[in-house]
């Protein structure tokens, strides 16, 4: 991403989120956009090949949410793929501890090799399949963009995370629609669902935020 227009495009999209971004952040996610777009030309990281679209569908997506997580310090971000919204997420705030975890190797090949590149000290890689997954430690949060269902999402990961811990499902449009079928299944959880704006993106975009989470 060394063109004008997409860096303009990634300040005035962190102005709309009101995100203040060091020039070593900036310089961050600039390096990860070049890497990412080099590594998918071999390893099909992502279905999303223009470098505009990559800014839009995968930075300013994951940036969209980054207050969201602002309470937590050890965030596991299951099914992580490129790093989304893990590997961002830990850009944007250096004191959190982030866990990306995905179960296919190339990914996690390029996860390894962002973080030597950008030189990212706040992150741990994981790769294994959910199901397997047992950290040393619990997490104050568990988040994903990648699961097919909230229900799937609460029954796979509600073991992994701490006491009146949280779970953050980045979600579409069918977002309402699961979170009113994730009630009727599991009645005592509480599930929040806050619709998100993403910079440029005209696509309905929401986190769902699970809580009271002791099944």
């Not at 999303?48 to 839009?56: D, G, N, V």
Request: contains cysteine.
């Amino acid at each position: 991403m060394n063109d004008g227009a997409s860096i303009a495009n990634l300040n005035a999209g962190l102005k709309q989120l009101q995100l203040n971004l060091s020039a070593t952040q900036l310089q961050e996610i600039e390096e990860y956009l070049q890497l990412l777009q080099k590594w998918n030309r071999v390893y099909n990281l992502t279905a999303i090949r223009k470098p505009a679209e990559m800014l839009t569908h995968h930075v300013l997506d994951s940036l969209a949410v980054a207050n969201v997580f602002e309470p937590f310090q050890t965030i596991l971000d299951v099914g992580t793929g490129a790093g989304l919204p893990g590997l961002i997420l830990a850009i944007v705030f250096p004191n959190k501890q982030f866990t990306l975890l995905d179960s296919n190797s190339k990914k996690t090949s390029f996860l390894k090799q962002a973080m030597r590149d950008l030189n990212l000290q706040n992150i741990n890689i994981a790769t294994c399949r959910l199901e397997t997954y047992q950290p040393e430690k619990r997490f104050d949060c568990v988040t994903s963009r990648a699961f097919a269902s909230l229900s799937d999402f609460v029954n796979f990961t509600h073991r992994l995370i701490k006491a009146n811990g949280q779970l953050l499902a980045l979600k579409g449009p069918k977002a309402e629609a699961e979170t009113q079928e994730l009630s009727k299944q599991q009645p005592n959880l509480k599930a929040e669902l806050k619709p998100i704006k993403v910079p440029f993106l005209a696509v309905e975009r929401c986190v769902v935020i699970i809580k009271n989470i002791d099944i």
